[in-house]
């Protein structure tokens, strides 16, 4: 809709010859009575000649006028100079806000930056077995033995290794540990097996303050084992943990780093929403850029981080009151039916998806429904 500019309109010449025309006439009236007292008398001449005494009278309401239209144009120069102040200030604070939003973007988009250079920076050295006498010129090698060569897993490809890897923990705590004790909430033997992963298994941190020490050992066991018969199948292919590196040897120098500045990330976003300089579906679109640099095992992942109780702020597990995974969508791209042993997703924020997802805007990209 086109909007019409009211224009105000500029009564002051009006007003000028209103009052001098009041004036005049007050004067002349003054006249007429004065001379219809004495028609036919000898002093009509000199009572003629007294009203043009009241020129003075008549200058003096015209400066009566000019005071009035004085005033009438002092106060429409106020109007204007208010109008002129207001639209300077709202010039000012919308140029205030462009900066704001400036600000903000160049100090997301270096976070990102951060970001990809975190990903870039994690590595893990693995043995890989030699497929013939060739060898490709463009590895980074170091011969260990006459048929292993020793490689880097590097980037978002590790990942990939990491979720088989903290899928074994969650496996094999869960079948021995529910096995010696029922009563061992799910919880608790989720995140000690991700302490497992997290630290390493032969870490003094990785224990659990809720499960029994000695239950902690056959757990222990059991992986220092199967890391023992990683190390007689460098080969992938006969390796049944399908994991390219050694395992259980823990990744906080990786993870760690890595986690808190996606967290500190999201959260800068989130805070420009709170501070009123984005709205709500802005927030939605920056946090997609950011999630678009997001694998989806470095989803899958995170949620795994969160729900074994090592993120628990990211979302409704914390005591912030964060929605960093619903309401922000941060996992949108998880393979859902990929995850194993800990609690499903659907199942988890089944109260959110019921009270306010919708078909259009569902909370995972692989559908919301949940048994």
Known sequence: MKTKNKKTKDYSLFIGVVSFFMVLCLWIINLSYGLSLAPDSENTRGIFGDMFGAVNALFSGLAFAGIILTLYMQRKELELTRKDVKKTNKEFKIQNVTLEVQKFENQYYKMIDLHRANI?????????????????????TDISTSNTILRELRGKKVFVDMVKELEVCLADSLDILKSIEPKYKKSEIFEFAYKIFFWGVNSSFAISERILDEHQVKVKDLI???QKQYKEFYDISKN?????????????SRLAHYYRHLFQT?????????NKLIKYEETRQYLRILRAQLSNAEQLMLYY?????????WDKSGTRGNQYFTRYRMIHNMPVNRVKYVDSPREHFSDYIIDFCTKEDPLFEWGDYYE
């Open 120 to 140: 870039t920076d994690i590595e893990i050295p693995f043995f890989d077995v030699l497929k013939g006498s060739s060898l490709s010129h463009d590895l980074k």
């Open 224 to 226: 220092r084992l199967k």
């Open 240 to 252: 049944d943990l399908k994991i390219r590196y050694m395992p259980f040897q823990g990744h906080e």
């Open 266 to 274: 999201v959260k800068y976003v989130v805070q420009q929403e709170t």
């Open 305 to 313: 981080n969160y729900i074994c109780g090592f993120g628990p702020e």
